[in-house]
């Protein structure tokens, strides 16, 4: 590659390009996601600055982004953070990468959270399969006084979560604990929330190379039904949930019922259930049966 700068604006619309060529998905936000994060500028300076120029250095970098990304690899493993609910995460090999949908699960608990004036009090979460602290650290950046638990089975996963959670200032309200579920917890909490695996076995094949290849199997596999975590986490969860607690769970597009009776043979009752963006049921949430 000749040694000299480029600008800003024929870089982007080269990566643009690049990216359309080979059909990948979302070109034009990929290309502008690497072009930003490799030159360190932002959509800003694109607009504003177009001739500004790179410097080589630079400019190579982002080719090597777009090499990988052509080889399949996704736009966020490769920057190596994602944005979640404001926050910016750091991923690392054992993360999954936080999506969307799940910010779902932390609005249905922070409604819930913050009836009758409840935003200030003195929360405790469990963030059950924290990944990298997405759910718990979301939750802290809205309850001020809450402190938060966040258990996972990976040691890399809970190493991401602790350092995100420095990262983000929340390092003093947030405790990592490795534990396969519940099994090294102690103590009670107002909420035990989950964005645990439940993918079936079978449907792992189908899911796209993107995910299989860059996604950690653990933390989206579940058993031949997909609820072999729920039902982990449904049985241990009377233990560790104070008085007038509740658990919320996120779940696939078609696990509200039988969710729903993994709770209810536990002793949970389905409070309410919200949908996602597209309209797929995404997040339940439960509390204690009330006796009849
Ligand atoms: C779907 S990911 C969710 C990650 C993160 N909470 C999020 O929403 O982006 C599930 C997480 O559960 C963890 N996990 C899987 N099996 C576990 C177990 N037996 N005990 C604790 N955590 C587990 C995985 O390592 C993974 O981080």
Redesign the pocket.
Known sequence: MADQAITLGALLAAARERLKQARIPDAALDARLLVEHFTETTQADAIARPEQLIEAGRRDAVEKALEQRLEGKPVHRIIGRRA?YGLELTLSP??????PD?EA?VDLVLEYARRDNGDDRPWRLL?????????ALALLSVLPNAQAVG????AD?LATAASNADINGYGSRFTACR???FAGVEGRFDFIV?????IRDGDWPGLSREVRAFD?R???VAGPDGLD?YR?IAAGVALHLASGGMVAV?IGFDQKDMVSEVFAANGFDLADAVRDLAGHDRALIFRTKTAR
């Open positions: 979640f054992e993360t999954l990468e936080p999506r799940t699960l963030d059950l399969g924290t990944g990298t602290g997405a759910v258990v996972d089975v990976s996963a534990s396969d579920w989950s964005n645990p695996p439940y950690p653990i933390a989206l975590a982990a996120e």
